[in-house]
């Protein structure tokens, strides 16, 4: 089935310590973003790529870095694990990063990631 | 600033109809969105609008006016399975998502 695979599903992590969350998709978009999603917010956007080999900050970038090697994968990596970075994080894609009509996003199941 | 508003929590009966409004204030505007999020899953792609009217998809119509900041997404003939959070996400001058928080949708029978 096409889609978005992200991984880990759940993650218990102590304070200090690196993280890297994968994301996987099948469906040869150009676009891929991160999201967060915390209660009573909107999905906030973390980083983007446009392209494979090009990446973008978006609204909520700090403690957060993310790498674009080919089109189909596109990792999230917290260099330094804070409480603060609890949250549920969502990676998307589309066929189109924008310039004219709908970009539609397609989401993974999402990544629940605790910091301790 | 740029802001989504729409209600954070309605509750409807099974069988009934339920509007969820949404109201924006963003730099530019390139089209609104409405996803729904069922507990502990993705978010998933409901309706587009960019020009002002109604589009009907099914039991679903979402409703736009441009002039006024305004959308409404109108659920008909309501059913258990509908209860879920409806996001609201308006693609702004720089084709970027800004998101409303979401209205969580409860059905009774």
């Given at each position: 089935?096409?889609?978005?695979?992200?991984?880990?599903?759940?993650?218990?992590?102590?304070?200090?310590?690196?993280?890297?969350?994968?994301?996987?998709?099948?469906?040869?978009?150009?676009?891929?973003?991160?999201?967060?999603?915390?209660?009573?917010?909107?999905?906030?956007?973390?980083?983007?790529?446009?392209?494979a080999?090009?990446?973008?900050?978006?609204?909520?970038?700090?403690?957060?870095?993310?790498?674009?090697?080919?089109?189909?994968?596109?990792?999230?990596?917290?260099?330094?694990?804070?409480?603060?970075q609890?949250?549920?994080?969502?990676?998307?894609?589309?066929?189109?990063?924008?310039?004219s009509?709908?970009?539609?996003?397609?989401?993974?199941?999402g990544?629940?990631?605790t910091?301790? | 600033?740029?802001?989504?508003?729409?209600?954070?929590?309605?509750?409807?009966?099974?069988?009934?109809i339920?509007?969820?409004?949404?109201?924006?204030?963003?730099?530019?505007?390139?089209?609104?969105?409405?996803?729904?999020?069922?507990?502990?899953e993705?978010p998933?792609?409901?309706s587009?609008?960019?020009?002002?009217?109604?589009?009907?998809?099914?039991?679903?119509?979402?409703?736009?006016?441009?002039?006024?900041?305004y959308?409404?997404?109108?659920l008909?003939?309501?059913?258990m399975?509908?209860?879920?959070?409806?996001?609201c996400?308006?693609?702004d001058?720089?084709?970027?998502?800004?998101?409303?928080?979401?209205?969580?949708?409860?059905?009774?029978?």
């Amino acid at each position: 089935i096409a889609g978005i695979t992200q991984a880990p599903t759940s993650q218990i992590l102590a304070a200090g310590r690196r993280m890297t969350l994968r994301c996987t998709q099948d469906m040869r978009h150009n676009a891929m973003y991160w999201y967060r999603q915390d209660l009573g917010l909107g999905l906030r956007l973390i980083h983007y790529s446009n392209t494979a080999g090009t990446t973008g900050k978006g609204e909520v970038p700090d403690g957060y870095s993310v790498s674009r090697a080919n089109t189909d994968d596109f990792p999230l990596t917290l260099a330094s694990a804070v409480p603060s970075q609890t949250s549920v994080y969502f990676c998307a894609s589309s066929d189109s990063a924008g310039g004219s009509g709908a970009n539609v996003l397609t989401f993974g199941a999402g990544s629940r990631l605790t910091v301790l | 600033g740029q802001n989504i508003d729409q209600p954070t929590e309605m509750t409807a009966t099974e069988g009934a109809i339920v509007q969820i409004n949404c109201t924006y204030q963003t730099s530019g505007f390139n089209g609104l969105f409405w996803y729904q999020q069922h507990a502990g899953e993705a978010p998933t792609f409901l309706s587009y609008n960019v020009l002002d009217g109604l589009e009907e998809k099914g039991r679903f119509s979402s409703f736009l006016s441009r002039s006024k900041g305004y959308s409404y997404l109108l659920l008909k003939e309501l059913q258990m399975k509908d209860s879920a959070s409806y996001l609201c996400a308006v693609q702004d001058s720089n084709y970027q998502l800004i998101w409303g928080a979401g209205t969580k949708l409860i059905i009774k029978p």
